[in-house]
């Protein structure tokens, strides 16, 4: 049973534009939201997290986007570069562990 | 950022053998660590969950006797896949938390295992 569905499954994005990714789940008792990016054989790491308590987080180019009453949250890569190309997964924890979307596969194109 | 650390990075083994993987957090104790498996192009699966010093607590469908987890000290993990089989070829990355109050969970860099 997937408990956070994201998407799309992969995206292409031209060099200096902005990646969108989606994620929504059900289980109203997730507190925690972070995105994870994970590069061909290594592990994850963690890129932004959020609390359901504020709509929007931003770290530099990274920014999460947090709509509580559609239990939907998105991540925003502004001036996408070659060097974010990977797979980029959401989670989501409330008492129980992190459960992983199946991921969305970023290429970024010169 | 906190360094969790694996050991070995990758493996190869034979079919019937054991292999351990080891799952260290190398500056600060983890009082919570989580063992995934990742097939390739998917995503993470949770294998298990374990606290310093008790028992892990298996997800449904992971054989806690083929999957044995030891977390005998707060930076210091291992798995263990006993008699391994080429359908256990996968690969496995530790997660360490460092208290259960916190939110941030760190990753290994994984070890892929591929059982011949």
């Known amino acids: 049973q997937q408990q956070v569905k994201q998407s799309p499954q992969s995206l292409i994005v031209q060099k200096g534009g902005i990646s969108i990714i989606n994620c929504a789940y059900e289980?109203?008792?997730?507190?925690?939201f972070p995105w994870y990016q994970q590069f061909p054989g290594k592990g994850p790491a963690l890129l932004i997290a959020?609390?359901?308590?504020?709509s929007e987080k931003k770290e530099g180019r990274f920014t999460i986007s947090f709509n509580k009453s559609a239990k939907q949250f998105s991540l925003h890569i502004m001036d996408s570069q070659p060097g974010d190309s990977a797979t980029y997964f959401c989670?989501?924890?409330?008492?129980?562990?992190?459960?992983f979307g199946k991921g969305t596969r970023l290429s970024v194109i010169a | 950022g906190a360094v969790v650390s694996q050991h070995p990075s990758w493996v190869i083994c034979k079919s019937g053998t054991s292999v351990k993987i080891e799952c260290r957090s190398l500056?600060?104790?983890?009082?919570?660590m989580f063992w995934y498996r990742q097939f390739p192009k998917q995503s993470l699966m949770l294998m298990a969950t374990?606290?310093?010093?008790?028992?892990?607590?298996?997800e449904q469908g992971v054989e806690k006797d083929k999957f044995l987890i030891n977390h005998a000290s707060l930076t210091l993990s291992t798995l263990t896949v006993t008699s391994a089989h080429p359908e256990d070829s996968s690969f496995y990355i530790c997660?360490?938390?460092?208290?259960?109050?916190?939110?941030?969970?760190?990753f290994g860099p994984g070890t892929r295992l591929t059982v011949l």
């Open positions: 997660s360490a938390r460092y208290s259960r109050s916190t939110d941030t969970q760190y």
């Open positions: 289980n109203t008792a997730f507190d925690y």
């Open positions: 959020i609390r359901p308590d504020v």
């Open positions: 989670a989501a924890r409330g008492s129980t562990p992190l459960v």
């Open positions: 500056d600060f104790q983890a009082t919570t």
């Open positions: 374990s606290n310093e010093g008790s028992k892990a607590t298996y």
